[in-house]
């Protein structure tokens, strides 16, 4: 397997320890290519993932966290969307707004390759301050529901 993909496990697993949660309990699966934990970091759900891609030959962090359902009311799907591309483009740095089926979803991913401790934590926390800044203001603004 992977040296990449080991060292980011080890990494991800180290931040949760810091962040006083045990790893072991907020391990969601694992496989041979892909490790996942689920963490909640204020009203925000955050799923971290360490994936080995074989095609590529590398391994990327992904943090990703719901953050509100699309309203039922399509009439609010075209200015929801364009207020989250003009978030995306407006500075959410190593983050942006995407969609899963009908969910909205901040996200952030990178290679692992020169990836810290530091750098790992930092995105936990940022996704999900993210996430719990957004919720609230899409919900108000166009009727989305909490993810």
Excluded at 121 to 145: M, P, Y
Aim: no cysteine; glycine share 8%.
């Amino acid at each position: 397997m992977d040296t990449e993909f080991e060292n980011a496990k080890k990494l991800v697993e180290e931040t949760i320890k810091k962040l006083g949660l045990d790893p072991a309990t907020t391990r969601a699966h694992s496989t041979d290519a892909q490790a996942a934990w689920t963490l909640k970091r204020g009203s925000a759900s955050v799923l971290v993932t360490v994936t080995f891609h074989e095609d590529e030959d590398e391994t990327y962090l992904r943090v990703a966290s719901p953050v509100v359902t699309v309203p039922a009311d399509k009439a609010q799907h075209g200015a929801l969307f364009r207020r989250l591309l003009e978030l995306n483009a407006g500075g959410l740095a190593n983050a942006a707004f995407g969609l899963v089926g009908d969910r909205v979803v901040a996200v952030s991913e990178r290679p692992v390759g020169g990836l810290g401790e530091a750098e790992v934590e930092q995105t936990v926390k940022h996704l999900a301050a993210v996430a719990d800044t957004f919720d609230d203001r899409l919900e108000k603004e166009f009727g989305a529901s909490k993810a």
